[in-house]
């Protein structure tokens, strides 16, 4: 299985046809860096359809924690069985924060400190 | 016990306070911050309780705008919504140099509900004043995919609300039982939060059922929860109205319900046997509910939405009418049978026309040769071949919804 992170992701040539596919279903390209980012979840499964087919493997999407911004997998999610964002790459919670004791605290103080204005 | 719902208690008052979809809110923010005269609106769409009112609420009170609300459901031909937003998008100066702030905001809640046959150039006139504001707009939506809301999509930054992830809403779950000194277990929060499939309102409001006034939470409380399947706010919804004692009250639960009109006189009709015992003032409230009824149908035929409130007067009338006759407790039925076996099908329904007339205009057939001659084989090509499938898709612009329809197998 091979995971990808929305934000920059790097693929073989792909070809024309191939690459419309994508650029049509929501990922752009960068020609600086050479990295493809999902600019549009709205058509992720078409996405990791046509990422599967072009590195002919399984495709995850990387989630980011919003605690502790470590990047992890809905594989290793208890509650991916009850998600109904299961992996759409988008902040989610990892694991290890999610069980510390305090984690409703540092979850609130996180949300305080995430500076929206 | 409060007389205070959960969901408008712990209502955020800050941005900071918003649970989930941090990327939703960023986005948000940021469009509000460079906004400037000319610039598209922003669409807010997903699907219910997951911050969309809330965000464009406080933001507006954070950003020291003054926020004109309007709800699209109820507002839905031109006139009446130029007579609403019209005057404030297009003349904002007076507001900011009286009180010198930052101008007014237009928030159009449910905007998706003007877009039925009742539509009389509702769209036109969205579209009309988002192209002369000059104040922001901002648009809210559950299912903006709608063939109708094309150019209203166009017209708009359209920004994505994505169910609540399970262990945010959890940490939500847990402040607010903290707050009202509830001792929950980690299963039960988990049991609500599966329940309300991502649904902050839901979750919220099935907590406060479970859990108000008492000390401690346990799963064997929230078993009887699992297969209501998100009924929780209806229950709340039906037990006010059920429960009020007069008709002006009966009137104010109606209005304040967001239960589908033709579902709500469903509903009342299945529920009023078993509510109420006195035969002759059940008569009598049958006898408003037949009322009610005739109006919905003239409604429905004539699509004159002003004999709403009649309907409504009536159904109030029928309930506050039966209450007089006295009232017993039981579990609350919903949704009506007749209804519920449409309700199931619906989504799917309306699916499956959509992808028929993307099939049907791309290939110039009509709809229902698409259904008859296309479908069938393209299910089996999703089914089995994923190249050609994935090729089909891109041509077809399917949304993934409509691949996922194609590729799941039929029961037998």
Not at chain 2, 142 to 155: G, S
Not at chain 2, 383 to 400: F, K, T, V
Request: hydrophobic share 40%.
């Amino acid at each position: 299985m091979k995971v990808v992170t929305k934000d920059s992701f790097r693929l073989p040539y792909l070809g024309r046809e191939k690459y419309i596919e994508l650029v049509r279903s929501g990922v752009t390209y960068d020609k600086k860096t050479g990295t493809f980012s999902i600019k549009d979840a709205d058509n992720i499964d078409r996405i990791k359809l046509i990422l599967s087919e072009i590195l002919n493997d399984d495709i995850a999407f990387a989630q980011k924690c919003f605690m502790c911004q470590t990047r992890f997998t809905c594989t290793v999610c208890e509650f991916s069985n009850i998600c109904g964002t299961r992996d759409i790459p988008l902040y989610c919670i990892c694991k290890p924060c999610y069980n510390k004791p305090d984690f409703v605290e540092r979850y609130f103080t996180r949300l305080k400190s995430s500076r929206l204005r | 016990m409060s007389d205070r719902m959960w969901t408008e208690k712990y209502r955020p008052d800050t941005l900071s306070l918003i649970v989930g979809n941090e990327e939703a809110k960023s986005t948000f923010i940021a469009w509000l911050k460079r906004w400037k005269i000319g610039d598209k609106a922003a669409l807010l769409y997903g699907p219910p309780g997951t911050g969309k009112t809330t965000l464009a609420q406080v933001a507006s009170k954070e950003f020291g705008y003054r926020l004109i609300e309007m709800n699209a459901s109820d507002v839905r031909t031109k006139e009446a919504i130029m007579r609403v937003a019209g005057p404030t998008a297009i003349e904002d100066s007076l507001f900011k140099t009286l009180y010198k702030g930052t101008g007014s905001m237009l928030f159009i809640d449910e905007v998706d509900g003007i877009f039925g046959r009742e539509d009389r150039g509702g769209v036109g006139a969205v579209l009309k004043i988002i192209a002369e504001a000059k104040i922001p707009i901002v648009l809210a939506a559950n299912d903006p995919w709608n063939p109708r809301l094309r150019y209203l999509r166009q017209a708009c930054e359209t920004i994505r609300f994505y169910e609540i992830r399970p262990p945010m809403l959890i940490a939500l779950l847990k402040r607010i039982c903290r707050s009202e000194g509830i001792d929950a277990d980690k299963e039960a929060l988990q049991i609500i939060v599966e329940n309300s499939r991502g649904d902050i309102r839901s979750a919220t409001n099935d907590l406060q059922s479970l859990a108000e006034g008492r000390k401690t939470l346990k799963v064997s409380d929230v078993e009887r929860l699992s297969p209501r399947d998100r009924q929780a706010d209806v229950q709340e919804t039906l037990r006010k109205i059920f429960l009020a004692e007069n008709f002006k009250q009966a009137r104010r639960a109606l209005d304040e319900s967001d239960i589908d009109y033709e579902m709500l006189l469903q509903t009342l009709h299945d529920n009023l046997p078993f509510k109420y015992v006195d035969p002759s003032t059940l008569a009598s409230a049958y006898n408003k509910l037949s009322q009610a009824d005739v109006f919905l149908g003239r409604i429905t035929r004539t699509q004159s939405w002003s004999l709403l409130s009649y309907a409504l007067e009536l159904m109030a009338a029928g309930i506050a009418s039966a209450n007089e006759g006295g009232y017993r407790s039981a579990q609350y039925r919903f949704p009506p049978y007749k209804i519920m076996l449409l309700a199931r099908t619906k989504a799917e329904r309306e699916l499956k026309k959509n992808l028929c007339l993307r099939v049907g205009s791309k290939c110039h057939v009509s709809s229902r040769v698409a259904n008859n001659d296309f479908l069938p084989f393209m299910k089996v090509i999703f089914r089995n071949d994923a190249s050609l499938a994935s090729s089909i898709a891109s041509w077809l612009q399917l949304e993934g919804e409509m691949v996922k329809y194609l590729k799941q197998v039929e029961a037998s």
